[in-house]
């Protein structure tokens, strides 16, 4: 099975940028559909982007559209979430998960795989 690792978590000032990233080992992630994850202090994890399997489709939450950027480099295994335009509301752990299904599912239960979460603080 493959194993997530998130990096790329900090303090930011709002209006900043901050770039993620969800390092695979175990398996090819290519061949996964990931998603990113968030939960923010008292709240539960919500969808933020995803990425499908082969790249054929990406998608967004309403919040974090037109600010956030899914990729992947499988070179490295390892799929990125670039994030502009910070808002002081974008703060929470930040959460990868990966699944093998085709959909593009924005479903937390249908993401079988997770890593550990990276802290994203957003000072307004």
């Known amino acids: 099975q493959v194993q997530l690792v998130e990096s790329g978590g900090g303090l930011v000032q709002a209006g900043g940028s901050l770039r993620l990233s969800c390092a695979a080992s175990?398996?090819?992630?290519?061949?996964?559909?990931v998603g990113w994850f968030r939960q923010a202090p008292g709240k539960e994890r919500e969808f933020a982007a995803l990425?499908?399997?082969?790249?054929?489709?990406?998608l967004y939450s309403d919040s974090v559209k037109g600010r956030f950027t899914i990729s992947r480099d499988n070179a490295k295994n390892t799929v990125y979430l670039q994030m502009n335009s910070l808002k002081a509301d974008d703060t929470a752990v930040y959460y990868c998960?990966?699944?093998?299904?085709?959909?593009?599912?924005?479903?937390?239960?249908?993401?079988?795989?997770w890593g550990q979460g990276t802290q994203v603080t957003v000072s307004s």
């Open positions: 998960a990966a699944r093998t299904g085709w959909g593009p599912t924005t479903i937390l239960s249908d993401y079988p795989y």
């Open positions: 175990g398996r090819t992630l290519s061949t996964y559909t």
């Open positions: 990425i499908s399997r082969m790249n054929i489709n990406t």
